[in-house]
T-cell receptor
Framework: QQQVKQSPQSLIVQKGGISIINCAYE??????FPWYQQFPGKGPALLIA?????SEKKEGRFTISFNKSAKQFSLHIMDSQPGDSATYFC????????????FGTGTRLTVIP | NAGVTQTPKFQVLKTGQSMTLQCAQD?????MSWYRQDPGMGLRLIHY???????DQGEVPNGYNVSRSTTEDFPLRLLSAAPSQTSVYFC????????????FGPGTRLLVL
């Protein structure tokens, strides 16, 4: 059973556009929500993360929006660039489970020049 | 620092063969983990360790063994490989069991025939 549901599976965006990836969870014990970026042939790398005590976190062109009551969070990539083309994974960590991450199924983003 | 290193990069096994995937980190991280990545399923936790001598099971531990004799190394053993274990395997580490950023290795691509 997938603990973190992610959509869409793939996304094609024009250069300069906004990319939006959504995730949802059920476990209210989750206390940390990171997003990882993975380029082909590489391991995932932390992009940005949020805790449930804030509703939004912005780092450069990347923003996480968090809705605690709906148990949903999303990644917005503003002014998307071809170099952003990668697979993005949302994840969640339980406050009781060491540092184990539960990942979404991933979104393959393609930014067209 | 080399970060998290994994060997080999690619391996082909026959059903029933055994092998060990190596993982090492030079960041003095307490927490280490193994994930497998399969298309459409994201990354799933196999085993993890919160320190030398301490290991525990993740979501999909069957068919895999681990040990943690040193802080630096966390090998993953396949005792009798099966085609269902064809996957890309990632090792990750973080500073403490509550540390937030997990650093991933480059991955090992395993094909079981």
């Amino acid at each position: 059973q997938q603990q973190v549901k992610q959509s869409p599976q793939s996304l094609i965006v024009q250069k300069g556009g906004i990319s939006i990836i959504n995730c949802a969870y059920e476990n209210t014990a989750f206390d940390y929500f990171p997003w990882y970026q993975q380029f082909p042939g590489k391991g995932p790398a932390l992009l940005i993360a949020i805790r449930p005590d804030v509703s939004e976190k912005k780092e450069g062109r990347f923003t996480i929006s968090f809705n605690k009551s709906a148990k949903q969070f999303s990644l917005h990539i503003m002014d998307s660039q071809p170099g952003d083309s990668a697979t993005y994974f949302c994840a969640a960590r339980s406050e009781t489970g060491a540092n184990n991450l539960f990942f979404g199924t991933g979104t393959r983003l393609t930014v067209i020049p | 620092n080399a970060g998290v290193t994994q060997t080999p990069k690619f391996q082909v096994l026959k059903t029933g063969q055994s092998m060990t995937l190596q993982c090492a980190q030079d960041m003095n991280h307490e927490y280490m983990s193994w994930y497998r990545q399969d298309p459409g399923m994201g990354l799933r936790l196999i085993h993890y360790s919160v320190g030398a001598g301490i290991t525990d099971q993740g979501e999909v531990p069957n068919g895999y063994n681990v040990s943690r004799s040193t802080t630096e190394d966390f090998p993953l053993r396949l005792l009798s490989a099966a085609p269902s274990q064809t996957s890309v395997y990632f090792c990750a580490s973080s500073a403490t069991s509550g540390g937030e950023t997990q650093y991933f290795g480059p991955g090992t691509r395993l094909l079981v025939l």
